[in-house]
Structures are given as C-alpha cells and as structure tokens.
C-alpha cells in the first residue's frame, strides 16, 4: 500500500511539482494551498507523513506544526518543514514545535526528496512507541505524558479502559475479531474524546485490550461514560444472530470453569491526579487504576468510576464491623 502524504503549500506552482514527483515514485498525494483547511485534512484523511512549507500568509507552517503536534488526533504524524532559509535558530524553531526534520528547498534536489521522505519515515517509525494495530501512541509515549504533567505540578486525570468479557469473545469467534473489537474501542473512545473531552486529552493504547486517557479532570468522567454508552450500543452486532438472541456466549473463565458471559463492554477506571498536594509516579497511578478497575468488574462491569469507588467499598465494610 502506498504511502500517503499531505502537501500543504500556498504556492500552486511548488504543490504542482512535488506532487508530480511523490505520485511518480508511488506516494498516494493529497495537497492542499490553505493551511487552516491543512490543519482538517490532516484529521480526516490520516496521512502517513505530512509536508508543510513554513512560509504561508494565513498561517505560518511552524504554527501548523504546533497545532499538530498538540491534538492527540494528529500528534503521531511525522511532519516535515519545507523552507528556504537554512538557518540554525530558524530550525530549532520548529523542532521546539514539533517538526521531525527540515527540507530546506534550495539544497535539496527534487529527485532525491521521495527518498528522503522514506528514510524519515522509517526512521520515525522506529523511535516511537506506535501499536501496529490502532496507531495510537504506545506505554512510552503514555508514560512520558504522565511525567511531563507531574512535573509540571498540573492536576490531570488519567483513565484506564480495559474490554469487559474479551478473552471468551475471543476464543469463540477468533483473533481477527477480537482484533475488530479493539479497533471499535479506539474508536469508541476517539469520538468520546471529541464530545465529551477537553482540547489536549491525549489517547494511548497500553497493548492488548487496554487503553489510556489522559486528559483533564473536569471532563474525563463525560468521556468515560459517553465511551462506555457507545461500546455498549455497538457490542451486539459483533456477535451472531444465536449469540445475540442469548445476550451472550457461554464460555471458559480464567479458572477454566464454563459459564455464560453477556455482551463485551468496557470498564473504565479513572485517577485524578494533583502532583502539587503529593509526589506521584506513573506506577502509582496504575496501581491506584488497577484497584479500581478489579471493584468495578467485581461489580459486574461495563462502567465507569474513580477513587469513590475504594472509599465506597471502606464504608460499607467499617459500617458491618
């Protein structure tokens, strides 16, 4: 499949010539003259790698990069800068902003920019922590987020989303559709973020059937449920027309005992964090997710909470002592 690049350039005749070039050595070309309609496509046509001029009127190219680097939607896209001045302090610049490499124009032969751009594609490739299957930033990229925010003392929330009854689903109908049931809630929780979310929340897949939002904590319980409420609505029609008739699969358990389990869900377990009150790590977060998300499972699942939750459970059982 080919690759596929985003041209943004107010000059027709330059657009003109690289998309000549790219699409005769087997790029699929998108090109654009308007850097705020680059910014949209950049969204909804997810290119493999973006070619930005730094000069436009409207808009500058370095501030393209940085709009892209800060939505989580388009944080992932390499971006390479296209200009004509060749000057030190003007690229760091842009790499403080986000850019992944420079072409400065009048260095650089248009015959050699198709190769240029897969070098740096697979050099990109290869440094970040990518999940093949959704795209979305991986442990590292989740990691170095938490850390950032920590020390900046800023009050975040983090959200860890784990798929409810996956492991029968997956023994029962097969790996690819398992794989399609992961894919739904990346999905799920893109649109959550997009509805319920705040400008920044970031969006990472841990690995497996496990996700992490981190974002802010006055929206992030919005988008937990909104993402709950969409893979609840969506479930029954990955299963067949007997199993959805059931409301479920009968199955083997992690102890290896058949029983029945309903439809897949998503459970999810949200941390709110203010490293200003109390030093915090990104291990300590998950281990505060991970007994939330074990008291809400123990509790049937396909829900949402946070802390609550644990104080809740200590009441009732101080209340029976």
Not at 79 to 104: E, S
Not at 118 to 144: D, F, Y
Not at 148 to 166: C, G, T
Not at 184 to 207: C, M, N, W, Y
């Given at each position: ?13 330059n ?6 070039r ?17 910014l ?16 436009m009127?409207?808009m ?29 302090d003007?690229?760091l ?81 097969g ?12 999905k799920?929780?893109r ?29 992030m ?49 949200v941390v ?8 915090v ?28 939750i644990?104080?809740r ?9």
């Amino acid at each position: 499949m080919s690759e596929k690049i985003l041209l943004i350039d107010d000059e027709l005749n330059n657009l003109r010539v690289l998309q000549a070039r790219l699409r005769a050595n087997n790029f699929d070309v998108v090109t654009c003259d308007n850097p705020i309609r680059g910014l949209e496509l950049a969204k909804t046509i997810e290119p493999d790698i973006i070619l930005l001029d730094v000069n436009m009127p409207q808009m500058s190219g370095l501030e393209v990069c940085r709009k892209l680097k800060n939505d989580y939607k388009t944080a992932h896209i390499p971006v390479i800068l296209l200009t004509c001045m060749d000057d030190i302090d003007y690229k760091l610049k842009g790499f403080d902003g986000g850019a992944d490499d420079y072409l400065v124009k009048d260095q650089v032969d248009y015959r050699e920019i198709p190769a240029r751009l897969r070098s740096i594609l697979r050099r990109v490739r290869a440094s970040r922590s990518v999940n093949p299957l959704t795209g979305l930033p991986g442990n590292e990229e989740i990691i170095r987020r938490m850390t950032d925010l920590i020390k900046m003392k800023k009050i975040f929330s983090v959200a860890y989303v784990d798929i409810d009854n996956f492991k029968p689903y997956n023994d029962r109908y097969g790996f690819s559709k398992g794989d399609q049931v992961i894919l739904l809630v990346a999905k799920s929780l893109r649109t959550a973020i997009e509805q319920r979310g705040s400008p920044g929340d970031f969006l990472g897949h841990i690995g497996g059937d496990d996700f992490v939002v981190i974002g802010n904590p006055y929206t992030m319980r919005a988008v937990a449920e909104t993402a709950v409420r969409l893979v609840q609505q969506a479930a029954p029609s990955f299963y067949d027309e007997a199993d959805r008739k059931r409301g479920g699969i009968e199955g083997l358990d992690r102890h290896g005992v058949k029983r029945f389990f309903p439809f897949f869900g998503i459970t999810v377990a949200v941390v709110d964090v203010d490293p200003s009150r109390a030093p915090v790590t990104p291990d300590q977060i998950a281990t505060i997710a991970s007994r939330i998300k074990k008291e809400l499972k123990n509790a049937g699942g396909n829900t949402f909470g946070g802390y609550e939750i644990i104080l809740r459970k200590k009441k009732a059982v101080s209340g029976r002592a």
